[in-house]
Nanobody, 123 residues
Framework: QVQLVESGGGLVQPGGSLRLSCAAS????????MGWYRQTPGKERELVAS???????NYADSVKGRFTISRNNAENTVFLQMNSLKPDDTAVYYC?????????????????WGQGTQVTVSS
């Protein structure tokens, strides 16, 4: 099994910044894609940003130029630096990882979600 521990959410005023962290541990051979999603009540979960194992980032149009995703492969950690936050960024943010596991003498791909962390942007 793989555990994801998220941190860094909270309440911030419009224009402020927050940094989310997500650390993966457990049965991991390697991590391919790491990413952040967000969800608000009544809406589908949407991709915010993702980053490949070679550190190539991908961003939703709504956060380009404001958010930066990065990862530390040695510590199996992904970060999301969020600047110039807007009330529309208010959501529960979820970490997501695509891992390769060595189980039963074979490699297996698996997908895991964090428990979510609340980000609220309000004055």
């Amino acid at each position: 099994q793989v555990q994801l521990v998220e941190s860094g959410g909270g309440l911030v005023q419009p224009g402020g910044s927050l940094r989310l962290s997500c650390a993966a541990s457990g049965s991991i051979y390697s991590i391919r894609l790491m990413g952040w999603y967000r969800q608000t009540p009544g809406k589908e979960r949407e991709l915010v940003a993702s980053i490949s194992s070679s550190a190539s980032p991908n961003y939703a149009d709504s956060v380009k130029g404001r958010f930066t995703i990065s990862r530390n492969n040695a510590e199996n950690t992904v970060f999301l630096q969020m600047n110039s936050l807007k009330p529309d960024d208010t959501a529960v943010y979820y970490c997501n990882v695509d891992v390769v596991q060595w189980i039963g003498q074979t490699f297996r791909a698996a997908h895991f979600w964090g428990q979510g962390t609340q980000v609220t942007v309000s004055s």
